[in-house]
């Protein structure tokens, strides 16, 4: 079966901080994706990043960068020096070969102080 | 639009109706899916199509529960005989391609009274 586990439930920093939110998945396929997604609190979903299960190269995107390493299983989101709108809800998201069901896990909720 | 659109935003309905919910996908994409998201939780999926053919139902609660995308485009997921429980945001999202990033509706939140 697959499954998605974000540990932390909640994060606050103070702005500018650097902050990681982890992502372990769990899966028997080969092959799979894993996604993270930013749900602001207008309540939107909004795609961040997608990662195949063949390319462990790490990944920057300005502040954001992601850490994918596979001997542990894990999909790991940093936010560099952090701003009041990163403020949002962060989701991991894994999906497998097996279904083209999206698997998400329960949320992080990040709260970047002033 | 250049993105996916959801009607109606918001629906109240009492107990026992039917209720049919809409999701216009992104142009050309190719794969639809309906999730739902209770308060506080990620998405849980629902159905998935690809063109026309759902692809996979396993995610329905029950069989109160239907979702049909006849021509390949527009999407309704139908919950008949509605209960209390089945209050929460429904979203649809889709993608270009099978195992491409999704992108998301605003959602259709749904209250059940």
């Known amino acids: 079966a697959q499954k998605v586990t974000q540990a932390q439930t909640e994060i606050s920093v103070v702005e500018k901080e650097d902050v990681t939110l982890d992502c372990v998945y769990e899966t028997r396929d080969t092959t799979y994706y894993l996604f993270w997604y930013k749900q602001p609190p207008s309540g939107e979903l909004v795609f961040l990043i997608r990662?195949?299960?063949?390319?462990?190269q790490n990944e920057i995107s300005g502040r954001y960068s992601w850490n994918f390493q596979k001997s542990t299983s894990s999909f790991n989101f940093t936010i560099t020096a952090s701003q009041v709108v990163d403020s949002a809800v962060y989701f991991c998201?894994?999906?497998?070969?097996?279904?083209?069901?999206?698997?998400f896990g329960p949320g992080t909720r990040l709260s970047v102080l002033p | 639009g250049a993105g996916v659109s959801q009607s109606p935003r918001y629906k109240v309905t009492k107990r026992g109706q039917d209720v049919a919910l809409r999701c216009d996908p992104i142009?050309?994409?190719?794969?639809l899916y309906w999730y739902r998201q209770a308060l506080g939780q990620g998405p849980e999926f629902l159905t998935y199509?690809?063109?026309?053919?759902?692809?996979?139902k396993s995610g329905l609660p029950n069989d109160r529960f239907s979702a049909e995308r006849p021509e390949g485009s527009i999407s309704t997921l139908t919950i008949q005989r509605t209960e209390q429980r089945d209050s929460a945001m429904y979203r649809c999202?889709?993608?270009?391609?099978?195992?491409?990033?999704?992108?998301f509706g605003p959602g259709t939140r749904l209250t059940v009274t």
């Open positions: 999202a889709s993608s270009f391609r099978d195992r491409d990033e999704q992108y």
């Open positions: 990662r195949n299960s063949f390319d462990e």
């Open positions: 199509f690809n063109y026309e053919a759902q692809q996979d």
């Open positions: 998201a894994l999906l497998t070969n097996y279904g083209q069901n999206f698997v």
């Open positions: 142009s050309g994409h190719v794969s």
